[in-house]
């Protein structure tokens, strides 16, 4: 079986969807800084391993 290249592996349901600050409420934006930090929470694990 071929492998996908990295950019198509691990992709976020949120990756398609352009963030825009001008659009975004208050709930929208604190959404995204929680969906930032479980990126980054995630990103250090991998590098732990």
Do not use: C, N, T, W
């Amino acid at each position: 079986m071929a492998k996908k290249p990295k950019a198509q592996q691990q992709k976020g349901p949120y990756d398609e969807v352009e963030f825009s600050e001008e659009l975004a409420d208050g709930a929208d934006r604190d959404a995204m800084a929680r969906m930032q930090a479980a990126d980054d929470r995630a990103k250090q694990k991998k590098k732990k391993r």
